[in-house]
């Protein structure tokens, strides 16, 4: 299996992740996990992924508990998106606020949508306090991948969104103003709800309206 999953041709790693979890052996844990650290295709990767949620969660969770500490950021990125994939709530513990501020975007994101996932109810508000720390960061991949765990965790996110929406820095009320705009439709694209909240963070509230009022 460990050879098979290091062939060339990513076709071949695809099947051979496909097999792993439809015929799910404990004794394939270690090349798994091994090998989720250091594939460089997505779609292996996530089919790693699955293999692992196929495996019994006793054995599988300890072990992504300790992948968590790794050193390399791709072994933590799929750690994280595994227990995703697994949603055990007792997972919740191990979602460390040093992850959700990870310095690698990847790692950082995939922790934000983990911890959208498995966050207690009680919990929520924190969880949103912290999210928010992140508002104006990176591209707007970045952002959008923010955006959905925030506007994932409910009306909670309102009154944190709304200080963050008054922040002096433009970049962090722009993203926070889009934020909310999804929050309250869904329906809305983000980088449509990016613009208008830049044009708003611009113009100041009363002078968007009123330009708005003038277009139509």
């Known amino acids: 299996m460990a050879a098979v999953l290091s062939a ?117 508000a924190d969880l949103a306090g912290e999210l928010v720390r992140e508002l104006g960061r990176g591209d707007r991949d970045v952002q959008l991948s923010l955006s959905r765990a925030l506007v994932g965790l409910g009306d909670v996110t309102g009154p944190a969104l709304e200080r963050a929406a008054a922040s002096p820095d433009p970049a962090v009320a722009a993203h926070a103003r889009a934020t909310e705009l999804l929050r309250r439709n869904p329906e809305t694209g983000f980088h449509a709800a990016v613009d208008e909240a830049e044009r708003i963070v611009t113009l100041g509230p009363e002078r968007a309206a009123a330009a708005g009022a003038a277009e139509c």
């Open 8 to 124: 060339g041709d990513s076709s071949v790693r695809l099947q051979a992740a496909l097999a792993a979890g439809s015929n799910p052996d404990p004794g394939f844990l270690e090349t798994l996990v091994e090998r989720c650290a250091v594939e460089p295709d997505f779609f292996v990767r996530d089919m790693l992924s699955w293999a692992l949620t196929r495996l019994p969660p006793e054995i599988t969770l300890p072990r992504m508990r300790r992948e968590l500490d790794s050193g390399r950021t791709r072994a933590r990125s799929q750690a994280l998106h595994t227990l995703s994939k697994i949603g055990d709530r007792s997972a919740w513990a191990w979602i460390t606020r040093d992850m959700l501020h990870d310095a690698d975007d990847e790692v950082a994101r995939t922790a934000w949508r983990v911890a959208v996932v498995l966050v207690p109810e009680d919990e929520k």
